[in-house]
């Protein structure tokens, strides 16, 4: 019991650092790959090519004027900021991030926690995530900040439902909804044993869930609550200080649990191609794993921004029409073909 | 271990609930509901239907509520404006949540308590799945049209409504 | 339409394939991710600096003679061909014993150019006649308050031990007109 304790908390602390970390280095690589897609530099004065910034950036957000405006709903305003970094953290617990390591006759899973329901509890913690920016917006008592909170919420159930749906597609042919399970069923992948990984399969569906997810983390084309041009700083105009910082972490973080989702769902998470023949023990093929899933999961870091700095921002009324009209359909449609597909070809 | 988790979300549910009543700020009433939510969801999970709790909280939590959320704040209920209600109408309120206690109570009094099927794969999507659309078909379909029937009226009673020649002119 | 340039914009349905945005937001990702490995156009200031013209007009400065006097008489040339008016003067006397700080018997006590008005078209220095005021290549640095952007003539006037080559700047044809001694204004 002591022994199994010991191995969650270090894989805990272990995987909650590598989310942090990578969070605050997204804001570094974010800066830079605005900047390279601009023909410009980007930071680079804080250490060796900046590679210091986050930490000047984290220091200036802890040091900055905490201010609470005096109209505001006091707890809530507080509550807000520390729900979204809940919440987008408690999302990256069911990430498996490799098969098993043995170690002295053990098996230690890289995943911290493998629930039967697996990908619904990502849905469900995605969906509460809404409400750090709801609480938020509405407690600073400011109309830009409300507004940005109303276009949130209206965009992130709009798009729940097409991205549940397609999940559902992708779950019809897994049959299993652990995503563990997921995982080990796209093994393998080129080489022997060819299993493809699930975008082959679902490549209408991946893109519904991306064009979802974008959505969710309400980045770029899909920004609207924190829209500049018309709301000033939408949902977190009042905020300053490291409650600010935990918006916009929650943010990177989100995003980072999002890209993992992306890569366990539909690129074959910690599989990686040739795995089976390069004739490696199982532990050298876990930690193999977890830095190919970690490298996938990068790729859709990058794939968010290089989106971001490349696409205007829709307007709202585009942005429902795409989600109710566009993909909702499409991802329905999606469900019937899968559905038809798996009784004809008896798949699975 | 189990029982002080059900003692624990037992009174977080109850409290929170009693909260939903009585805030007088209706935005606090929903985020109460919120936890109420929540804690109803953990009671799913200590009666091991994981996928009833995720469900509850995907739909009830994170969907509902938030809509619910967003019409309060649409519609900025203040003190000034808060409708002033005669003491009859408060009266009949009493009255007919008193009669649906009453109902409650003496239909849960006259129940028995079915001994349930235990174990950890009870509530499971498989299990779930097939005892919905093996043994409850019926009702299931049934409900669905319900939902159904309801999306068609809302969407009714939303679409503009065609406006006649005369007035167009 | 008295032009016959303007151009009647069409608001054309869009088709299939512009409606989906796929190739749209696939031609855009391209561009941006050509755009990754161009070279990069930024100049790091401090270290590097941009290359300029060999004739670029920068901060001016006020000449000393080969003994180190300044040069300058405030005759006022340089304040009546600024067209922005970003240069004031006072005059004064120069007293016995300042003729090795002062060339002529009339010099500037106070000489001022506001570099925020300043739009460095260089009529000052072709207007002086005593070759005192020159632009340099030197980039007026940013301040934080509009009064500090005032330059007087600690800023203005060149050190006696740190001379500023404006040479580079002269173009061939001024530099022959300077080696005709007979003319007035070379003497």
């Not at chain 1, 926690?113 to 619904?120: E, K, R, T, Y």
């Amino acid at each position: 019991m002591i022994a199994f304790l010991t191995y969650k908390i270090i894989l805990v602390l272990v995987i909650f650092t590598i989310t942090l970390a990578v969070a605050a280095y997204s804001t570094y690589a974010e800066r830079k790959v605005a900047a390279f897609m601009q023909d410009r530099i980007g930071p680079d004065r804080a250490g060796p090519f900046g590679i210091f910034q986050p930490l000047a950036d984290g220091l200036k957000f802890i040091y900055k004027e905490e201010i609470i405006p005096n109209v505001s709903n006091k707890l809530l305003f507080i509550v807000g900021p520390c729900v979204a970094m809940l919440t987008a953290l408690m999302a990256g617990v069911l990430i498996p991030w490799g098969d098993t390591v043995t170690i002295g006759g053990i098996a230690y899973s890289l995943q911290i926690a493998d629930l039967n329901v697996g990908i619904l509890y990502v849905f469900g913690v995605v969906s509460i995530g809404v409400y750090g920016i709801m609480i938020g917006g509405w407690s600073s008592n400011n109309k830009f900040s409300l507004l940005g909170a109303i276009r949130a919420s209206a965009q992130m159930i709009s798009y729940e439902i097409a991205m549940g749906l397609a999940i559902i597609a992708l779950i019809l042919m897994t049959g299993t909804l652990s995503l563990k399970e997921i995982s080990l069923q796209q093994a393998g992948g080129v080489g022997s044993h060819w299993t493809m990984w699930n975008v082959v399969y679902q490549p209408l569906g991946f893109l519904i869930f991306i064009v979802c997810a974008f959505a969710e983390c309400n980045r770029t084309p899909f920004d609207l609550p924190e829209c500049e041009t018309e709301l000033v700083g939408g949902y977190h105009t009042e905020y300053s200080s490291m409650k600010l910082g935990f918006y916009l972490f929650a943010e990177y973080i989100n995003m980072f649990v999002s890209s993992a989702v992306i890569s366990t769902l539909y690129f074959g998470g910690f599989n990686f191609p040739f795995m089976n023949d390069l004739g490696l023990t199982q532990n050298w093929i876990t930690i193999l794993g977890a830095i190919a899933l970690f490298a996938k999961v990068l790729f859709f870091v990058f794939f968010f921004m290089w989106i971001r700095w490349t696409i205007p921002r829709f307007r709202y009324d585009q942005l429902m029409n795409l989600g109710w009209k566009g993909l909702i359909p499409l991802a329905i449609l999606n469900i019937g073909l899968t559905g038809f597909f798996t009784l004809w070809l008896g798949h699975k | 271990m189990t029982l002080y988790a059900f003692y624990f979300l037992t009174f977080l549910a109850i409290i929170s609930a009693l909260l939903v009543v009585f805030s007088k700020n209706p935005v606090y009433s929903i985020l109460y509901l919120v936890i109420t939510f929540f804690a109803i969801a953990g009671h799913y999970v200590l009666l091991s239907a994981q996928f009833l709790a995720a469900v509850h909280v995907i739909v009830y939590a994170g969907a509902i509520m938030v809509l619910f959320l967003y019409v309060l704040m649409m519609l900025n209920l203040n003190k000034e404006d808060e409708p002033h209600k005669p003491t009859l109408v408060k009266f009949a309120a009493v009255l007919a949540a008193g009669i649906l206690l009453v109902v409650l109570i003496g239909s849960l009094k006259g129940a028995s308590v079915i001994q349930q099927k235990t174990g950890p794969e009870i509530g499971l999507v498989k299990n779930l799945g097939k005892v919905l659309f093996k043994d409850f078909l019926f009702p299931f379909e049934i409900s669905s049209i319900l939902l159904l029937a309801a999306m068609v009226g809302v969407v009714m009673i939303g679409k503009d409504e065609p406006k006649s020649k005369t007035e167009s002119e | 339409m008295l032009t016959n340039r303007s151009k009647v914009v069409v608001k054309k349905e869009m088709n299939f394939w512009e409606r989906i945005y796929l190739p749209a937001i696939f031609g855009g990702v391209a561009v941006t991710i050509k755009h990754m490995f161009r070279r990069k156009t930024t100049v790091r200031f401090p270290e590097a600096k941009r290359e300029i013209s060999s004739v670029w007009r920068g901060q001016h400065v006020l000449k000393r003679d080969e003994k180190g006097a300044e040069r300058c008489t405030a005759c006022g040339l340089c304040a009546v061909a600024c067209p922005a008016e970003a240069i004031t003067m006072t005059a004064a006397e120069r007293k016995k014993g300042e003729e090795g700080l002062y060339r002529e018997e009339k010099y500037a006590s106070v000489y001022e150019i506001n570099m925020l008005r300043c739009i460095f078209c260089g009529l000052c220095e072709e207007a002086c006649p005593k070759e005192a005021i020159f632009l340099t290549d030197r980039i007026v640095p940013t301040d934080f308050q509009r009064n500090d952007f005032v330059y007087g003539k600690d800023k203005l006037v060149e050190k006696v031990n740190e001379r500023i080559d404006v040479s580079v700047r002269q173009t061939p044809a001024v530099t022959e007109f300077k080696k005709h001694k007979s003319l007035s204004h070379n003497r």
